[in-house]
Nanobody, 121 residues
Framework: QVQLVESGGGLVQAGGSLRLSCAASGSIFAINTMGWYRQAPGKQRELVAVIISGGSTNYADSVKGRFTVSRDNAKNTVYLQMDSLKPDDTAVYYC???????????????WGQGTQVTVSS
């Protein structure tokens, strides 16, 4: 199994910055994509940003130009640098990894426990 542990959430004023980290551990043969999703109260979970092993990225339109996703493949860690935060960014942020635990298994989606990000106006 693959475990994901997130850190870096908190309370920040609008216009401020936060950096989230997510480290994968456990039985890992290969990780394809890593990324971040978020879920605000009363809303569905949505994609924020993802990065594949080769470095290509994809962002939600609402965060383009403000958030940056990066990855350290040697550490199996993904980061989310969030700048110019807005109250609408308030949500629980979940780390996601699509990975193969062994060479002979298919890929599975793994999720972190979530970290709260609150942006005050």
């Amino acid at each position: 199994q693959v475990q994901l542990v997130e850190s870096g959430g908190g309370l920040v004023q609008a216009g401020g910055s936060l950096r989230l980290s997510c480290a994968a551990s456990g039985s890992i043969f290969a990780i394809n994509t890593m990324g971040w999703y978020r879920q605000a109260p009363g809303k569905q979970r949505e994609l924020v940003a993802v990065i594949i092993s080769g470095g290509s990225t994809n962002y939600a339109d609402s965060v383009k130009g403000r958030f940056t996703v990066s990855r350290d493949n040697a550490k199996n860690t993904v980061y989310l640098q969030m700048d110019s935060l807005k109250p609408d960014d308030t949500a629980v942020y979940y780390c996601n990894a699509r990975a193969k635990p062994t060479w002979y298994t298919k890929e599975y989606d793994y999720w972190g426990q979530g970290t709260q990000v609150t942006v005050s106006s």
